[in-house]
């Protein structure tokens, strides 16, 4: 199973992004899946998570400006980032609850991330 983010980059302070999250490989079901990030020198945080049934959860930091959806038939992970500001500059991963096909494990996969930075 192979996540990937895409999506990233550079934007001013109150400007948007969409960042995109595909999960790949031989999938039976996913899970929870969520956004984390990992700001400069700081610990990865949750930023917005969703299990399969369409429950969401928002950081603090985001509610309100930030929005998580999912397309579990795709097996995308979506997330809408609005009025953007300094403090959103990280690293932004991508995280999914897999359990493979043809009877396998059940594990939690990361991407490799991709770099929001907000800048003047």
């Known amino acids: 199973v192979q996540v990937v983010e895409s999506g990233g980059g550079l934007v001013q302070p109150g400007g948007s992004l969409r960042l995109t999250c595909l999960v790949l490989g031989n999938i039976e079901f996913i899970y929870n899946m969520g956004w984390y990030r990992q700001g400069p020198e700081k610990q990865r945080e949750l930023v917005a998570s969703t299990n399969r049934g369409g429950a969401i959860d928002y950081a603090n930091s985001v509610k309100g400006r930030f929005t998580v959806s999912r397309d579990n038939a795709k097996n995308i992970l979506y997330l809408q980032m609005n009025s953007l500001q300094l403090e959103d500059t990280a690293v932004y991963f991508c995280?999914?609850?897999?359990?493979?096909?043809?009877?396998?494990?059940?594990?939690?996969?990361w991407g490799q991330g991709t770099q929001v930075t907000v800048s003047p």
């Open positions: 995280n999914a609850d897999v359990r493979e096909g043809d009877y396998g494990e059940r594990y939690s996969s």
